[in-house]
């Protein structure tokens, strides 16, 4: 599991149902549900592109992965279209308050890959699009946490889409009040409070670094936000890496976590931007990351239902771990770690030669430099 093949193989593994059912236009009529939720539709095809985006985005050097690419592009349309056109069995909820959310993640997708995911739509199915994500702003209002991220990226997203009224201010009042939220050595507050959990991978550091690289040049204080926003963003990247143990293991804390790798999404995005501090070299990155996905697929035949839908679970199949709001789409989310395959197959990250990851060298008695916090002015 430590070569883009492998890495290849695993994303189309876990979408593929996703996407061919939403094609023939049958989500709702295969999707397994573990609660029936009426946006746990759109869940699975927003998380399930949001990790899939770069490598749409991105034509392959190799000539049969770029055929592969080109036929998922149509399918990822497809599905699109699917979901936000009225008259489709499979017209998804944008409207209900669980929509922002879920919109959210399509609206991430959008904003990694606009070209093969919007541009690329007929005319008409950009206007479904438009107003599906446009839908969410009726009557509803996020939560006083992480949710003012998605908000935001819903606008983000329009803002990709060239709507000239996406809303300023709903970026502004998320990316202000996340500063507020700032705790201090790459961590973010979900919300006022500190939780032991994924959340900062999960959605903070991710959508904040997409926004501000989307729309930060809009206003001259979102230009000020970035450097800082960078800086604690690799500082948490290099605590994920130290998480990962010699094992591929990491420590199941906090909620979401049948979201399952998709907790190294911060990690996986910097690798993929090529923004990874000097201390992780991009193929560290990718056997870490590797060691991560091999332990998780060595369980494979708990992790997949016999028609291929994921199952709920960290590893294989525990239901106990999933949380009143998780079901089925929710779990799609996982995808996140994919995210390097928008790399081309030359760059460090998949070229460059095996190397152990900080946990693995520690264990193994290698003398390494200290880790060491973040300060406030930015400097370790």
């Excluded at 036929?71 to 922002?100: E, H, K, N, V, W």
């Excluded at 204080?221 to 990962?244: F, H, K, N």
């Excluded at 990851?357 to 916090?373: F, N, S, V, Y």
Aim: proline share 6%.
């Amino acid at each position: 599991m430590n070569n883009r093949a492998d890495w290849l193989n695993a994303m189309l593994k876990i979408t593929d149902p996703v996407l061919q059912a939403l094609h023939q236009r049958q989500l709702k009529q295969t999707m397994p549900l573990h609660e029936p939720r009426e946006t746990a539709y759109l869940e699975a095809l927003g998380r399930s592109l949001a990790g899939m985006a770069p490598w749409l985005e991105q034509p392959s050097e190799d000539s049969a992965e770029e055929q592969l690419r080109q036929r998922y592009c149509a399918l990822a349309c497809s599905a699109i279209a699917a979901g936000t056109d009225p008259a489709s069995s499979d017209f998804m909820c944008f409207t209900a308050q669980q929509s922002i959310v879920d919109a959210a993640f399509l609206a991430h997708a959008i904003v990694r890959a606009p070209q093969e995911l919007f541009f690329a739509l007929p005319a008409e199915h950009r206007q479904h699009l438009i107003a599906a994500l446009k839908a969410t702003r009726v009557g509803r209002a996020p939560y006083f946490n992480n949710w003012l991220l998605f908000s935001a990226m819903i606008e983000t997203a329009l803002f990709v889409m060239e709507q000239p009224d996406w809303d300023q201010m709903r970026v502004d009042y998320a990316l202000r009040q996340h500063e507020q939220w700032y705790l201090g050595d790459g961590a973010y507050g979900d919300g006022p409070a500190f939780h032991w959990d994924y959340y900062n991978s999960f959605v903070i550091h991710p959508m904040l670094l997409d926004i501000l690289r989307t729309v930060g040049s809009q206003h001259e204080q979102w230009q000020g936000m970035s450097e800082p926003v960078l800086a604690r963003a690799q500082r948490y990247a290099v605590v994920l890496e130290r998480m990962i143990s010699p094992e591929g293991t990491y420590p199941p804390i906090g909620r979401s976590l049948c979201y399952r790798f998709g907790a190294f999404q911060a990690l996986a995005q910097l690798a993929q931007q090529q923004q990874l501090p000097p201390e992780l070299p991009p193929a560290q990155v990718r056997c870490a990351l590797s060691a991560v996905l091999q332990r998780f697929f060595s369980n494979e035949q708990d992790m997949f239902d016999k028609n291929g839908w994921l199952k709920i679970g960290m590893l294989g199949n525990q239901p106990g771990l999933g949380e009143s709001y998780i079901t089925t789409g929710s779990l799609y989310l996982c995808t996140a770690v994919f995210l390097p395959l928008g790399l081309p197959e030359s760059n460090d990250f998949w070229a460059g030669a095996n190397q152990a990851w900080t946990a693995k060298k520690i264990w193994a008695g290698e003398d390494l430099p200290a880790d060491r916090a973040l300060c406030d002015n930015g400097r370790f």
